[in-house]
């Protein structure tokens, strides 16, 4: 379970923490839970080590070596057939991978955390009066804010996927300035988000619909560059406000790995704070060529 440049003492620390992360979580759960017959007469709270090998479908010697913090093979496959037994929630199931010394599967929500949309709603609607908007790991718009629907010209009426608007949407490609010179940071911007889900159908559905929509998509993804998404400049000729100069960061929740919070940023002396507070002010919102969305 060693990787080749894991120091002893950092062996032995990540072992002992195995060893004790194990023992806590099958004390967690009790024999009833995990459907023994004699759940509901045990006295004793938590699983004995052989039951949880039984029930994980593994060695009892094994599944004791590995909760002693020996230092034996693993496979993801084993890993997962004990977490399921420990009903590991999926922070703690990759907590395992990490402490078995395996490559981490990417975390998913907790189902007590997918009704954070409200808190993040929240969090946009704050960033008034500049743009922000939220989408999932495909790139499609799941909430934004009134100025992002003022600038961008987001509207229910488009398709509502951040890639493919950026290259067919006329509103938004028509207001950006140096269109041109960003297109190719976004596209391997997404190039770099489908590498981390290699096996996505989800990823590929995107590209080929985006490949269908726009010549210049299928040229710029085919030069199969890679860029992590972080910080975009843009220059947006807005009809009423004018030129709005802003950065754009990408921003994630830990609990919340399956979205992306895209906020942006006026810089300084450029007179885009000034200009977006008058855009979203009643008087600005009579004069902007797109109703704002909801």
């Known amino acids: 379970m060693a990787t080749a440049s894991e120091s002893e003492a950092s062996k032995r620390h990540r072992l002992g923490e195995l060893r004790e992360f194990l023992m806590s979580r099958r004390a967690r759960v009790s024999p009833a839970d995990a459907g023994l017959p004699d759940g509901g007469r045990r006295r004793t ?58 490559n981490p599967p990417a975390l998913e929500p907790a189902p007590e955390d997918r009704d954070m949309c409200h808190g993040l709603r929240r969090l946009i609607e704050a960033w008034m009066p500049f743009p922000a908007h939220i989408m999932d790991v495909y790139w499609n718009t799941v909430i934004y ?20 608007d950026f290259f067919t949407d006329e509103v938004y490609r028509g207001r950006t300035r140096g269109w041109e010179e960003l297109a190719p940071k976004v596209v391997a911007q997404f190039r770099s988000a489908c590498s981390e889900c290699p096996d996505d159908d989800g990823f590929r559905a995107v590209v080929e619909e985006a490949k269908a929509a726009s010549a ?3 040229e710029l993804w085919e030069r199969r560059d890679i860029r992590p998404g972080g910080l975009n400049r843009k220059e947006i000729d807005h009809p009423v406000a004018g030129l709005l100069v802003m950065e754009a960061t990408q921003l994630r929740v830990p609990a919340r790995p399956d979205l992306v919070i895209v906020m942006h940023t006026p810089l300084p002396e450029t007179g885009t704070a000034e200009r977006l507070e008058r855009l979203v002010s009643p008087e600005g919102r009579r004069g902007a060529m797109y109703p704002l969305a909801g």
């Not at 709270?45 to 693993?74: H, K, M, N, T």
């Not at 804010?145 to 493919?164: K, Q, T």
Request: proline share 5%.
């Open 45 to 102: 709270p938590g699983l004995r080590r052989e039951e949880v090998a039984v029930l994980a479908g593994v060695g009892v010697s094994w599944y004791q070596w590995l909760e002693q913090g020996r230092d034996i093979s693993v496979s993801p496959q084993v890993l997962d057939s004990v977490a399921r037994v420990l009903r590991l929630s999926p922070a703690e199931r990759r907590h395992l991978y990490v402490l078995a010394a395996l």
């Open 145 to 164: 804010n009134e100025a992002a629907a003022a600038v961008f010209g987001m509207r229910p009426d488009v398709s509502r996927n951040c890639l493919i």
């Open 216 to 218: 210049e998509f299928a």
